[in-house]
């Protein structure tokens, strides 16, 4: 009943026009499948990946299942090739490999279960969902991690007593925690989502693109030259493993940076993301300048002409014989203060003679002794 008055209230216009949720993960559940399955016929249950091997090992480690224990890891090893296989046809090799080994073979229990788990493989394998649109996540960690929001955040870990004191915690403590984090992105004073951007654009600065129209676009592979990734800029989604289900991967990066198009699904939050942001905290009375970007556009312009394959030799160059010399000069600067700070050492340690001192020194100059080479030396530091 709850499930069905959520869809009403949602209506037709809900989960982006559909009126029903294209995919829902959940765990292996199977009160709340059912229940899911009878109001939003139409939606596409998954499994939680993390749960589906969680309730693998525990099956393993369960005593009654008698299997031992140096064999354990080895099972659990070959049913996550099954989750991960990169393809239906490697998952289904991979499911043959499994029942056909000789040390497997020797629990028909675990043969069992895992051919039992087969028949819904389509709900908990990783290569049966690249067809749908997940944004790259496998888990629900998001449900997860609101409850726990909810528990030690919202309700601080204590029992409501009654509806009333729930609605205000909800509206109050809820609503003033959630217009902090929202705001906290709104203002870019946090930088998760910049580090991961600046992570992919690393690794996809030197990934071979050929466009073939305005939204398709091909990559090459970098560890397989004959392996190419179709990348669909419109459904942002890649052939990829990692961008199949429209999760922001290296090619869609490397679209990106090098054709320069923006796509929704990129982690760095652009101005008219934080401001939409910082609207669902405060309200729409706010000045949508104020979180505009500085740089002018000719002046990002000037940069992309500096940053081209001509000038880009050119800055490289340039920066290794300043980085050459500043290092032979700054080398330098630091052997001539090491040769003061011996000498002002020597100065203070000749006032002391004591046989503390004695013993001190003698330890130091037999570690000084022992170096040969500069490697030495740093590791003595």
Not at 102 to 123: G, I, L
Not at 209 to 221: I, P, V
Not at 265 to 291: I, K, M, Q, V
Not at 323 to 335: A, G, H, K, L
């Amino acid at each position: 009943m709850p499930l069905k008055h959520l869809a009403k209230a949602i209506g037709p216009k809900g989960f982006g026009g559909n009126g029903y949720p294209k995919v829902i993960m959940t765990d292996d559940d199977s009160a709340e499948r059912n229940a899911l399955k009878s109001v939003f016929t139409q939606s596409e249950l998954l499994l939680c990946l993390f749960h589906v091997t969680q309730a693998m090992w525990r099956w393993l480690w369960t005593s009654k299942n008698l299997i031992l224990k140096d064999d354990r890891k080895e099972l659990m090893t070959f049913f996550q090739a099954i989750v991960y296989a990169e393809s239906i046809n490697t998952c289904e090799i991979k499911f043959t490999e499994l029942t056909q080994d000789k040390n497997v073979k020797k629990y028909p229990n675990f043969v069992d279960h895992v051919t039992n788990m087969w028949n819904r493989s389509h709900e908990w394998a990783l290569s049966y969902r690249k067809d749908l649109i997940t944004r790259g996540h496998n888990t629900n960690n998001f449900v997860e991690a609101s409850m726990r929001i909810l528990k030690d955040i919202v309700l601080q870990r204590c029992k409501v007593f009654n509806a009333c004191a729930l609605i205000d915690f909800i509206g109050s403590v809820s609503e003033s925690y959630h217009k902090r984090r929202l705001l906290e992105y709104a203002n870019n004073r946090n930088s998760k989502n910049e580090l991961s951007y600046l992570q992919l654009m690393k690794k996809s600065k030197d990934i071979v693109l050929t466009r073939l129209s305005d939204h398709l676009f091909e990559a090459q592979s970098a560890s397989d030259d004959k392996v190419m990734y179709s990348i669909d800029t419109k459904l942002e989604v890649c052939d990829c493993l990692a961008g199949a289900g429209g999760k922001f991967c290296k090619h869609l990066g490397a679209v990106h940076s090098q054709f320069h198009i923006n796509l929704a699904n990129l982690p760095r939050l652009t101005p008219s993301d934080r401001y939409l942001l910082a609207t669902l905290a405060l309200g729409e009375d706010l000045d949508p300048s104020f979180y505009e970007s500085m740089e002018k556009e000719d002046d990002l312009l000037i940069l992309k002409n500096i940053t081209s394959e001509l000038g880009k030799d050119l800055l490289q160059e340039a920066e290794i014989s300043n980085v050459q010399e500043n290092t032979t000069s700054m080398m330098q600067d630091q052997i001539n203060e090491l040769n003061c700070n011996i000498l002002r050492i020597s100065e203070i340690v000749s006032n002391d003679k004591s046989e503390s001192m004695m013993r001190s020194l003698y330890k130091l100059n037999t570690k000084l002794l022992a170096i040969q080479t500069p490697s030495q030396f740093q590791q003595f530091c």
